[in-house]
């Protein structure tokens, strides 16, 4: 349906374009006789569709339809697609989705053009796709890019993944797997994959993206390193105080400046977050109790903590961490069940909140407008990123306030 809505928005675009040429062409092959008619030949001829128009057309198709097939049009359309203030207005109306890895099982079918292989085989033997699913009005759609891989994803941002390179052992790429372009980041500290946590984000301070390694030593505490992509070095810093982390297991999430862990498997009652500006952790009080299927998540460029409470689901939402409290969104009242449910995205456009039932993997939306929380289809692995499908590049950050 996505690629449909394309083809026909840019198809409508070529068609208004070739009707200018053609009826600017044809007055120009008529002579005026005289001042009258050539001013009347004046006022009835076509102008070309502006640079203008022509952009606030291509940038509400979807990604889809940008690369390659737009691009490809001519040189001024492919010039508007590369642009930066174009990659982030197309940004800013980009929907969330979750992104996941699988296994490729089957090894190229014939008649269909194979993945691209982005990362070598240091050590691996395993092939994975990498796909995503999307949601929009209670629907979802699965998808795959036109890449592959040997090494796992660690984290997302700004629509680039964090993987392993798996060229050599602790080798990092950032690459972008709408545009597959990527690139190598030097190897930083090796540990166990059970001991390490990654995270990956934009800070606007910097004006890059930093990606933080948090570690533990073998006498328990915890280390951090951070790599400026632009600077491609890593830098020690000092991590969090001894005894705040009891696992390494949930997946850091970037907002409100910082990136911010769930140090405990069950019962926590606080988070650990590390301001990307300064590079400090601070220990960030919860309003209750985390347990196992509790979760943060961005929600509005906000962190929101959505918390079981019996039979009911409470979002909470913090907008800073100096000066800023938690308060109550919104409480999701359901019938039956849902003890095991567990939040995973919450869309940046559609406002719903998408949820997985640890049982089987199941998925769910709720619907804030409505108050209705519906199954839809499809599930997903274990391990999932939000992610958005966009055009950028790490030297081309996305303007967040756009």
């Excluded at 691009?71 to 940004?91: A, D, E, G, Q, R």
């Excluded at 606007?204 to 993206?209: H, S, T």
């Excluded at 308060?327 to 456009?349: A, Q, W």
């Excluded at 108050?371 to 950050?397: C, D, Y």
């Amino acid at each position: 349906m996505a690629e449909a809505v394309g083809n026909r928005g840019v198809n409508l675009v070529r068609i208004l374009q070739e009707r200018a040429l053609s009826k600017k062409g044809k007055e120009e092959e008529r002579q005026p006789q005289n001042i009258l008619e050539q001013k009347q030949q004046e006022d009835t001829v076509v102008p070309y569709l502006p640079k203008d128009c022509v952009s606030h057309i291509l940038v509400r198709l979807p990604i889809e339809s940008l690369i390659p097939k737009s691009m490809l049009v001519c040189k001024p359309w492919y010039n508007i697609i590369t642009s930066p203030t174009f990659i982030n207005s197309h940004f800013s109306r980009s929907e969330s989705v979750l992104v996941f890895q699988r296994a490729v099982l089957d090894e190229g079918q014939p008649n269909r053009p194979a993945p691209i292989l982005l990362f070598g085989g240091y050590n691996r033997t395993s092939k994975f796709s990498i796909q995503f699913i999307e949601f929009k009005e209670g629907n979802s759609r699965l998808a795959k890019y036109k890449i592959s891989c040997s090494g796992k994803i660690r984290a997302s941002c700004s629509g680039l993944l964090l993987m392993d390179s798996a060229k050599k052992r602790g080798g990092l790429i950032v690459v972008n797997p709408i545009t597959r372009k990527g690139v190598d980041l030097p190897v930083g500290s090796l540990v166990p994959p059970h001991a390490e946590s990654y995270g990956f984000a934009y800070s606007d301070v910097a004006g890059d993206y930093k990606v933080v390694h948090l570690f533990q030593d073998e006498l328990g505490y915890m280390n951090c390193e951070i790599l400026n992509v632009g600077a491609k070095y890593w830098k020690e810093v000092n991590g969090p105080a001894f005894g705040l982390f009891g696992w390494l297991g949930y997946l850091p999430v970037s907002a409100i400046g910082a990136l911010h862990w769930i140090p405990q498997i069950d019962h926590s009652d606080y988070l650990v977050s590390m301001e990307l500006a300064h590079e400090k952790f601070h220990k960030v009080p919860l309003p209750k109790n985390c347990r196992t299927h509790d979760r943060i998540l961005e929600m509005g460029r906000f962190l929101s903590f959505v918390a079981h409470e019996e039979l009911d689901i409470d979002i909470w939402i913090l907008k800073g961490l100096h000066d800023e409290v938690w308060t109550k969104h919104h409480r999701i009242r359901t019938i039956g069940c849902v003890l095991d449910m567990v939040p995973i995205l919450s869309l940046k456009i559609g406002e719903d909140m998408i949820f997985t039932r640890e049982e089987d993997g199941s998925l769910h939306a709720y619907d804030f407008k409505q108050g209705l929380m519906r199954k839809v289809q499809g599930q997903i692995p274990p391990t999932s990123f939000p992610h958005i499908n966009s055009l950028i590049w790490w030297e081309k950050a996305p303007d967040v306030c756009d």
